[in-house]
């Protein structure tokens, strides 16, 4: 397995290609989400993804805005599931942004399900849930990163 963040312009046309189809598998098909994945955001994001073979198993989208980091479309591949890779990921999110000193917090929409297992890298709570393309989120920030 091998962990690679690239920029947009960094992606090879497969690795886009694979990065799209686990999108569309998890959030679209298995999730049965309609929603606007293509939302133009992509372009100026850092991709953190896990590859076997060449297919990307594991994948977030970060963006940065000055202090901030928005860490979005987290996933794991359905074959994949089960073998802590969600938590390899968020320890790879976690790691590169603490390589950033200018990055003073990161924020989040959790499925509400998962609001304990984000909590294990000082993510906390904001508000009241929210459905966010149907499903029930809530927003979780983390400071002092």
Not at 23 to 37: P, W
Not at 76 to 94: A, C, P, T, V
Request: some cysteine.
């Amino acid at each position: 397995m091998e962990w690679q963040l690239k920029k947009f312009h960094e992606l090879s046309l497969n690795e886009l290609y694979s990065i799209m189809k686990l999108r569309q598998d998890v959030f679209i098909l298995e999730q049965k989400c309609l929603y606007r994945d293509l939302d133009d955001l992509d372009q100026n994001a850092l991709h953190q993804m896990a590859r076997i073979n060449h297919q990307v198993i594991a994948y977030s989208r970060l963006l940065i805005s000055k202090t901030l980091v928005k860490i979005q479309r987290v996933m794991i591949d359905k074959s994949y599931r089960g073998q802590r890779l969600g938590y390899q990921l968020m320890n790879q999110n976690i790691a590169y942004i603490q390589t950033h000193p200018v990055i003073t917090s990161a924020e989040l929409n959790a499925q509400t399900h998962l609001q304990a297992f984000y909590q294990q890298w000082g993510f906390t709570a904001i508000g009241q849930s929210f459905l966010e393309d149907g499903i029930p989120h809530i927003k979780m920030v983390r400071v002092q990163i």
